[in-house]
Nanobody
Framework: QVQLVESGGGLVQAGGSLRLSCAAS????????MGWFRQAAGKEREFVAA????????YYADSVKGRFTISRDNAKNTVYLQMNSLNPEDTAVYYC???????????????????WGQGTQVTVSS
């Protein structure tokens, strides 16, 4: 069992930055691929970014590539999402998630994730 707690959301102006954190409980954090997803009001939840167990490979949605950076610190059981050049279309609830078994493009699929955090709201004003 893994418990995930996100933090770092808030209100920011367009063009600004935020860094989200997701702290995981348990001793097996390094066994999980970690991902970030988001859900805007009235829309389906969508993939944002993922990072492999060692942190050696990252994946990004086209909409955030070049603006967002996912990273992890296995010693601190924490995954981060650095978000730069934010725009109003980035407004959403952001969720972190943990997957035991996804690999490659499979990590874009939310169905491949086993544990989810409660989400943190990010609001970007124009």
């Amino acid at each position: 069992q893994v418990q995930l707690v996100e933090s770092g959301g808030g209100l920011v102006q367009a063009g600004g930055s935020l860094r989200l954190s997701c702290a995981a409980s348990g001793r097996t954090f390094a066994s999980y691929v970690m991902g970030w997803f988001r859900q805007a009001a009235g829309k389906e939840r969508e993939f944002v970014a993922a990072i492999t167990k060692s942190g050696g490979t990252t994946y990004y949605a086209d909409s955030v590539k070049g603006r967002f950076t996912i990273s992890r610190d296995n010693a601190k059981n924490t995954v981060y999402l650095q978000m730069n050049s934010l725009n109003p279309e980035d407004t959403a609830v952001y969720y972190c998630a943990a997957s035991l078994g996804c690999s490659g493009y499979g990590c874009y699929d939310q169905m491949r994730y086993d544990y989810w955090g409660q989400g943190t709201q990010v609001t970007v004003s124009s």
